[in-house]
């Protein structure tokens, strides 16, 4: 027989499942991003269980991810009064309109509800100034005006809702 025609599983011709990639730096985490990922552990350890398979293989990936990240957590210091840092909730102009954000640790990070990651565009121009500071911001001087900041209080960051 060809061996074109050999077929021995169809395990040798799936795509490879890489692992999740880890992101660079360190793992800055505030109290919430910490008690998230706690959670998301104990979550997918009871899934894991539960499964066989390649579902469980699927979420077996998830889980090395998390403990990694859980391992490697670093409970970041409170931002410095008056100054924009990790851990900061910050209220600002820009291009007209008012916004607060957090700024957060990569996996605590949802744009959506308004929880920035430390490492993205907009987190970076922010960290370091004051309110009143006018920063620099997408090619543009000035485009944000700093309005308030603050460190997120305890209360806030200690919920593990993600």
Same mark, same amino acid.
């Given at each position: ?94 291009? =007209? ?10 996996? $605590? #990070?949802?744009?959506? !509800? %308004?929880?920035? *990651?430390? &490492? ?17 911001? =997408? ?10 900041? $603050? #460190?997120?209080?305890? !209360? %806030?960051?200690? *919920?593990? &809702?993600g």
């Open positions: 027989m060809s061996v074109a025609f050999r077929r021995e599983s169809d395990d040798e011709h799936k795509e490879p499942r890489f692992e999740l990639p880890i992101p660079p730096g360190p793992n800055l985490v505030t109290a919430r991003g910490f008690a998230f990922t706690q959670a998301k552990v104990e979550q997918l350890e009871a899934e894991v269980a539960s499964l066989e398979g390649e579902a469980a293989e699927a979420v077996r990936r998830d889980l090395r991810y998390w403990r990694t990240r859980l391992a490697t957590a670093q409970l970041a210091p409170p931002p410095p009064p008056g100054e924009v840092g990790f851990g900061s909730r910050v209220r600002f102009r820009l291009g =007209g309109k008012i916004r607060t954000v957090d700024i957060v640790g990569d996996d $605590e #990070a949802e744009p959506a !509800a %308004d929880r920035l *990651s430390f &490492s993205s565009p907009l987190a970076r121009a922010l960290i370091g100034a004051g309110a009143g500071d006018l920063v620099d911001f =997408g090619g543009r001087l000035d485009a944000i005006e700093l309005l308030a900041t $603050e #460190a997120i209080a305890q !209360a %806030d960051s200690s *919920s593990a &809702s």
